[in-house]
């Protein structure tokens, strides 16, 4: 449910809005409350704020997002070339739960604002704590990345350096629904790029929440020699701030993901 109250800009950009999630059972899961700060000339937004609270009206999180867009031709597609994401315990942002910084390498941004190389930072407690890489290809015109590659490390306590490499993926995004979500994938886990293949996936998702969260999923994984392991339903419901609340998974021995993966 969504209520976006009569507050608006010159430009009729909303100022405030008021988002209620519930779950596939009708049951709430959280609310958030919504300020649109500032714009750019593009309607980008620029500054927001995001108060997330449960069934009894006590606070989950409050959340400042600020947006950078540095390209011209990306900043009309809505892509920003810098993000800082901060999470707070409160409205009074007494205590910092978690910091993200989001930089789409402006070197890498095509002509038709394309963003290819990305970088996610994650501070906890003001420490880095882990890096993603991410790279991005796309096919012809065509504004979903088709292939992705992501990379993480995370912090080495001993030199206070983060490297030490926990994953790598390689992720062909088969199909997109209207809005920009991937609902067909073929995923391939690696111990280390260049290293060992651990599994491979495919993941047909039924259904996402108003965050681009998938909520249900079938996912069959293979073991690194092609033989079917298992297949999966899950079923989650999470919160606005991405933590799962509950989680159903029904599992099978044999059987076909979606349509036709």
């Known amino acids: 449910v969504i209520t976006t109250l009569d507050t608006y800009t010159i430009l009729d950009e909303a100022r405030h809005s008021e988002i209620t999630t519930y779950n596939a059972l009708g049951e709430f899961v959280d609310r958030q409350v919504i300020d649109y700060v500032s714009y750019d000339p593009y309607s980008n937004v620029t500054f927001q704020t995001i108060a997330s609270y449960d069934e009894v ?13 540095l390209d011209p031709v990306a900043r009309q597609r809505g892509n920003a070339t810098h993000t800082t994401i901060t999470r707070y315990t409160d409205t009074l942002m007494t205590q910092e739960i978690e910091r993200q910084e ?3 390498h402006v070197d890498t941004i095509d002509s038709l604002g394309r963003i290819h190389d990305q970088t ?10 882990k890096t993603t890489e991410i790279t991005n290809v796309y096919e012809g015109l065509d504004s979903d990345a088709e292939f992705q590659m992501i990379q993480t490390f ?3 306590e001993a030199t206070g350096i983060v490297n030490i490499e926990t994953g790598y ?14 609902y067909r994938q ?4 690696y111990l280390t790029k260049g290293g060992v293949l651990l599994e491979r996936q ?11 969260n998938a909520v249900d999923q079938m996912i069959a994984t293979y073991s690194p020699d092609g033989d079917l392991l298992d297949v999966k339903h899950v079923l989650t419901t999470l919160k606005s701030n991405g933590n799962v609340t509950e989680s159903e998974v029904i599992r099978y021995s044999t059987g076909l993901v979606g349509e036709s993966i």
């Not at 606070?59 to 947006?67: F, V």
């Not at 495919?202 to 681009?212: A, F, K, Q, V």
């Open 57 to 69: 009206g006590a606070i989950i999180d409050y959340r400042e997002i600020q947006n950078v867009y």
């Open 102 to 104: 989001i930089d789409n």
């Open 120 to 129: 996610i930072s994650l501070y906890i407690g003001g420490v880095h704590a």
């Open 154 to 156: 995370v912090l080495d």
């Open 169 to 182: 993926q390689e992720i062909l995004n088969l199909s997109y629904d209207s809005n920009h979500n991937s």
């Open 186 to 189: 073929s995923i391939a886990s």
């Open 202 to 212: 495919e993941i047909y998702t039924l259904d996402y929440d108003t965050r681009g």
